[in-house]
């Protein structure tokens, strides 16, 4: 499965009432580091289907939800669990890191 679309209206549904662990991957189209980091977004994706979600929330479409988080600097990553923040990752990070984080 590849990488689902977070919005406002899907956020509780998705990402708080999720059994699973769901990472968020906060970015925008004109972002440059997050264009570079889309990639790695998809290979986990397809890596850690059935153990983790990964949603991308796009903080132009949703700066609202972005804002709600404290998102000041995209790319940020939010591990979710259980509904609640777990973990955050600012700025480009490798895939090594990134699967540190979700542990």
């Known amino acids: 499965m590849a990488e689902f679309v977070v919005t406002t209206e899907n956020f509780a549904a998705e990402v708080k009432k999720s059994e699973l662990p769901v990472l968020v991957d906060f970015w925008a189209p004109w972002c440059g580091p997050c264009k570079m980091l889309a990639p790695v977004i998809a290979e986990l994706a397809e890596e850690l289907e059935g153990r983790v979600k990964i949603g991308k929330l796009n903080v132009d479409d949703d700066p609202e939800l972005a804002s709600n988080f ?21 700025g480009l990070q490798s895939k090594e890191k990134i699967l540190e984080m979700l542990k």
Not at 70 to 90: E, K, Q, S
Request: hydrophobic residues 55%.
């Open 70 to 90: 404290g998102i000041v600097a995209i790319p940020t990553l939010i591990l979710f669990r259980n509904g609640r923040v777990a973990a955050t990752l600012t």
